[in-house]
């Protein structure tokens, strides 16, 4: 095995929109000579950057899909994955993290720790991430480094110091000084290729040395043997380079590296701090659950010698056929060999491995523990797990959102209905937060997923990729019902036909939960109903929660429990007992006081200060709630929760009353109550539905 697993590095780039993450991922490119030329994400030569290979993110601007690739950094292999920012694509950051043993969060010097930040460091500390923190734009009117710092910490609770300190802000930015070397470092030549490493310049010294200071007293708490160094003043390089990653891969610690991509000052140090403070495949614990041992948890080694275990963790459905991203864990999963799918329960045999470079690819024969690969033409869904040797692992999965938003879409001709099967169902297998159905009632085929932005993207593939036209209905807001108060119920469903009949009587009381969707509690004494149809009552309820009779949506935040009821030793049977509970169900519902939620959504808003009195407006006349309005020199940042049927087009109306100088970002939060004036306007407008439904 020629390929050494210490000097390998899986790392994410991920950050709030618009701080510079493929500006950054195409210097990193460029600098390891993966690349000759830099190009720019909204570039004038329209080439566009090499990580966001869809015409659709180039003409947008934005990263919309993750991309990985495959570098060599001094003697270290690095692979990247470049990461959306848009909240709308937060599953491609779920799946990137699940699968990296790093990441470089990207801040703007300006902007600071904004609410996407907040988000992707959410998700992080969810899969335990060790960071490193890299500050953007230093170059920018208003940059504040320094800023940022204490925003990582009191925003993101994260012991963050600096390693670098900037030489000169905005226009005047030349380099940046090494806290741990004490040189000072100046970007030159063309691209910022050559670097001149000389003397801290006389006016940063004493803000160097007091940097340093904070570092090594920081950093000293990772490591005796630099405490002692620094009691008798024999402080080395790697004593601290050692404490530090030490911390940072405890993820008690986050250095913060600076510069500005766009100008490309600060990405070298930055790759030599990607190397030499993340952890490599081995030094990440990763767990797996053995099916035949009634899922125990199993830690995966990064040995070659092991049975292979690896996850397919996205895939992409390309001209040669789809192609499954794949992280290996343990093992080597080496071409020709035959693997078990544990999810499928199905063989299939390694045709051709590749390594991707965004959207090139070259051919291997073998991919090494924390090698991330790529596999085509198996049949498999996102999140399996592929294992040798009669293995029967499967790594947990990600964590997988619920989707908010619903549109209805309708084909134009019959062409482009075939096309649009087609390309729903790449759509819905490739990414899980886009789900698609058809509406029983209106026959028409619905997409659900989570903004405006994202139904919008895959709407526009469908165009490009598929050659499909649709027509889209008005945007729908998933809705729930659920219930406010106690109420009972006693239901007695018989029905004789001639023969055995049908009998059973459920009798309980139904109550509001919080945080859970539904329970149902089992309080049956003397076996009135007997043992094996209390499952039935359970599976009775469950079918009744899955629409609602005020408009129609599921139910959610119920709680039922039965205490009583009745059985026929002849006429009873599963059937009976689920009718008899979707009965009680009924009963009690409208008893319930049943109220229609909606989701809420927590909006950032973020621009000028002079601006601040037209945000406030808009959000109160949107049914908005404002948290929290951040007032940073003349920019401003308003914080507030808003009902996402209040948010469409919020783009356009924002744009207009700013200029187009403020930008928003809203995530899905909780559900709220409906007002009574919308919600009898909903319920108006589902009976007339359903009038019209019944009357053809």
């Given at each position: ?187 030159e030549g063309d691209s910022g290729t050559e670097i001149r490493i000389a003397e801290i310049p006389a006016h940063l010294v004493d803000e160097a040395n007091k940097y340093r200071e904070e570092l090594l007293d920081a950093a000293s708490m990772f490591s005796d043997e630099l405490m002692e160094a620094m009691l008798e003043e024999s402080v080395t390089e790697d004593m601290i380079r050692d404490a530090v990653r030490k911390g940072t891969l405890s993820e008690q610690f986050v250095p913060v590296f600076c510069g500005s991509a766009y100008k490309n000052k600060g990405i070298q140090p930055l790759l030599d701090g990607v190397v030499s403070y993340l952890p490599d495949p ?241 309080s049956i004494k003397g076996g009135v109903i007997p043992n094996e149809y209390i499952p039935s009552c359970d599976k009775g309820f469950r079918a009744s929660m899955a629409k609602g009779s005020l408009i129609g949506f599921p139910i959610v935040g119920v709680k039922c429990t039965i205490n009583d009821g009745q059985y026929h030793p002849v006429d009873s049977s599963d059937i009976a007992f689920q009718v008899a509970a979707q009965g009680a169900f009924r009963e009690a519902y409208s008893k319930a006081k049943p109220v229609i939620l909606e989701p809420i959504m927590k909006v950032s808003i973020e621009g000028p200060t002079e601006f601040q009195g037209n945000i406030f ?80």
């Amino acid at each position: 095995m020629s390929l050494d697993i210490s000097k390998m590095r899986n790392i994410g780039i991920s950050a709030h929109i618009d701080s510079g993450k493929t500006t950054l991922s195409e210097r990193i490119l460029f600098y390891c000579d993966k690349i000759h030329a830099i190009h720019e994400v909204r570039g004038k030569d329209g080439v566009g950057a090499v990580m966001d290979n869809m015409e659709l993110e180039r003409e947008r601007g934005i990263t919309i899909q993750s991309a990985s690739t495959q570098v060599q950094w001094k003697d270290y292999t690095v692979n990247v994955i470049d990461t959306p920012g848009h909240v709308d694509f937060t599953v491609e950051v779920e799946r990137s993290l699940r699968v990296l043993d790093g990441a470089i969060l990207v801040l703007c010097s300006v902007g600071g720790v904004q609410s996407q930040s907040i988000t992707v460091d959410r998700q992080l500390k969810r899969y335990h991430v060790p960071r490193i923190a890299f500050v953007n734009k230093c170059d920018r009117t208003g940059a504040n480094p320094f800023k940022v710092r204490m925003q990582l910490r009191e925003k993101l609770g994260l012991n963050a110091y600096m390693m670098q300190i900037p030489i000169g802000l905005e226009d005047k930015l030349e380099g940046v000084v090494d806290l741990v070397t004490m040189k000072a470092m100046y970007f030159e030549g063309d691209s910022g290729t050559e670097i001149r490493i000389a003397e801290i310049p006389a006016h940063l010294v004493d803000e160097a040395n007091k940097y340093r200071e904070e570092l090594l007293d920081a950093a000293s708490m990772f490591s005796d043997e630099l405490m002692e160094a620094m009691l008798e003043e024999s402080v080395t390089e790697d004593m601290i380079r050692d404490a530090v990653r030490k911390g940072t891969l405890s993820e008690q610690f986050v250095p913060v590296f600076c510069g500005s991509a766009y100008k490309n000052k600060g990405i070298q140090p930055l790759l030599d701090g990607v190397v030499s403070y993340l952890p490599d495949p081995s030094e990440v614990k990763n767990f797996a659950l053995d099916l035949d041992k009634n899922e125990e948890q199993v830690e995966l080694g990064c040995d070659p010698d092991k049975p292979c275990v690896a996850l397919g963790f996205k895939l992409e459905d390309g001209q040669y056929g789809q192609l499954t991203y794949v992280r290996v864990y343990q093992g080597v999963l080496k071409k020709g060999e035959e693997l078990y799918n544990t999810r499928s329960r199905k063989k299939f045999k390694v045709g051709r491995l590749v390594r991707m470079n965004s959207a090139t690819m070259e051919d291997i024969n073998e991919g090494v523990p924390g090698d991330i690969v790529a596999l085509f033409g198996i049949d498999c869904a996102s999140g399996d797990t592929f294992c040798a040797g009669g293995l029967n692992y499967a790594m947990t999965s990600m964590f997988v959102p619920e989707p908010v938003i619903s549109l209805a879409i309708t084909p134009k001709d019959k062409k482009s209905a075939d096309q649009m099967a087609k390309a729903l169902n790449r759509f819905t297998k490739e990414d899980p937060t886009f789900q698609t159905y058809v509406d029983p009632e209106s026959n028409q085929t619905i997409i659900k997923g989570m903004g405006e932005l994202h139904l919008d993207v895959y709407i526009e593939r469908m165009r490009r990729e598929y050659k499909c036209e649709v027509e889209t209905g008005m945007p729908q807001v998933a809705y729930r019902e659920s219930i406010t108060q106690r109420a009972d119920f006693n239901y007695t469903h018989k029905k004789q036909t001639g023969g055995s009949g049908q009998y059973g009587r459920v009798a309980g009381f139904m109550e509001p939960i919080e945080d859970k969707d539904y329970e149902f509690v089992d309080s049956i004494k003397g076996g009135v109903i007997p043992n094996e149809y209390i499952p039935s009552c359970d599976k009775g309820f469950r079918a009744s929660m899955a629409k609602g009779s005020l408009i129609g949506f599921p139910i959610v935040g119920v709680k039922c429990t039965i205490n009583d009821g009745q059985y026929h030793p002849v006429d009873s049977s599963d059937i009976a007992f689920q009718v008899a509970a979707q009965g009680a169900f009924r009963e009690a519902y409208s008893k319930a006081k049943p109220v229609i939620l909606e989701p809420i959504m927590k909006v950032s808003i973020e621009g000028p200060t002079e601006f601040q009195g037209n945000i406030f407006a808009v959000i109160n006349q949107r049914r908005g709630i404002i948290v929290s309005s951040t007032e940073d020199g003349n920019f401003s940042r308003v914080e507030a929760e808003v009902p996402l049927s209040e948010m469409f087009g919020f783009s356009t109306i924002l744009r207009s009353l700013t200029q187009g100088k403020a930008e928003f970002t809203m995530e899905f939060l909780k559900y709220g109550k409906v007002p009574n004036s919308i919600a009898d306007t909903l319920v108006k407008e589902y009976e007339e539905k359903r009038k019209k439904e019944q009357s053809k």
